[in-house]
């Protein structure tokens, strides 16, 4: 079975959910229907098929829920709608109140319904086609920088996914998605209760915070995890699974060949679309020992994921007294943890010092 959210991920996971329930996406998706380029524009059947529409052909319509009203009118009942040729940074139009799914992507029609049937007939070749794919350019990183923050963040970026690697009760690798900086906090604070909690076997499931989950295990004491605040897709797991295999090969590697990350004790909050990883040691750069107080502040908000007002409730001051305490650690310390990079090297400061 492939279902709307299999297709997304695997045609194009830069693609955006403008409208509509994301539970509608992991239905099953019997066919490929496509805009014709002249009146009505829609084709005959539609029903249960991904029915992939040029954004021309909603003219100066802003709101999908004229397009919901156009598809009703006409009988059709898609699985989805997949909104081709849309500008990457344009403005998403005005979501619609139907549950209908309905994603945007800056590819034209023809291409993406080429894509999305090939991957629809022949699921499981297109599947092993792209878990080879990451592999392969997860081994070529790995030798390259035997770290594995350099695989897990090349995987990051294809998949469009948050990755992690923990490793002997530690988080050492950290990479966001872009846009996602914001769920990696939220990883980073969860992640000692997630390695407590671990199963050592492959694992799928979604937090009571909301957050998706994907583990699958390096070796003993070691997994790697992707992270996301939508559902994973069969290419999610295919990619994970390619790079367990590199992982699993670099961490038998001697120590010294991997003291790049081992001795170091680093996390990296890397976005995948920078070309350069960006390293947050343990302790920020030219940060000495705070006071109680101003300790306490810092992790309250990184836990709070930056929200001041959230602190501040949590704390039991004012919100200004919040501010002002951030400023003095900015000024004195060089430390904000309303940056996401500052927030994980202090919620790991915290866990450690336990």
């Known amino acids: 079975m492939t279902s709307g959210i299999d297709l997304w991920r695997a045609v194009d ?18 066919g490929i229907a496509r805009s014709r380029a002249a009146p009505p524009h829609l084709p005959d059947d539609a029903d249960g098929q991904l029915l992939i529409i040029d954004v021309a052909l909603l003219g ?74 990451v592999r392969l350019a997860a081994a070529e990183a790995a030798l390259a920088t035997p770290d594995p923050a350099a695989a897990a963040g090349l995987v990051a970026g294809r998949l469009r996914r948050g990755v992690a690697v923990a490793a002997d009760g530690e988080l050492r690798a950290l990479h966001a998605r872009p846009a996602g900086r914001a769920l990696a906090a939220r990883f980073a604070a969860l992640h000692a209760r997630l390695l407590a909690g671990s199963p050592g076997r492959a694992v799928t ?28 897709a069969r290419v999610d797991e295919a990619a994970a699974e390619a790079l367990t295999i590199t992982l699993r090969a670099l961490l038998r590697r001697p120590a010294e060949a991997r003291s790049t990350f081992a001795s170091s004790r680093q996390i990296r909050v890397d976005s995948p679309s920078s070309s350069t990883a960006r390293p947050s040691t343990e302790e920020p750069a030219g940060a000495t020992s705070p006071d109680a107080t101003l300790e306490a502040t810092l992790i309250a908000v990184a836990r709070a994921n930056g929200r001041v007002a959230t602190a501040a409730r949590e704390l039991g001051v004012h919100r200004n007294t919040v501010l002002y305490r951030l400023r003095r650690a900015s000024g004195e310390l060089g430390v904000d943890p309303r940056r996401a990079d500052d927030a994980l090297a202090i919620l790991r400061r915290a866990e450690h010092a336990r």
């Open 205 to 232: 499931r979604q937090t009571a915070e909301g957050l998706f989950i994907l583990e699958r295990q390096i070796r003993p004491g070691a997994s790697v995890w992707l992270f996301d605040d939508l559902p994973f």
């Open 13 to 30: 996971p830069e693609a955006r959910l403008l409208s509509g329930s994301v539970d509608r996406l992991r239905a099953a998706v019997r």
């Open 60 to 133: 100066r319509e802003t709101a999908l829920d004229r397009l919901v009203g156009v598809l009703g009118e006409a009988a059709l009942r898609p699985a989805a709608v997949l909104l081709a040729a849309l500008p990457r940074q344009a403005p998403a139009p005005d979501r619609a109140g139907d549950p209908l799914p309905i994603l945007g992507s800056a590819f034209a029609t023809g291409p993406l319904a080429d894509a999305a049937t090939r991957h629809l007939e022949h699921v499981d070749a297109e599947l092993a086609r792209i878990a080879s794919e």
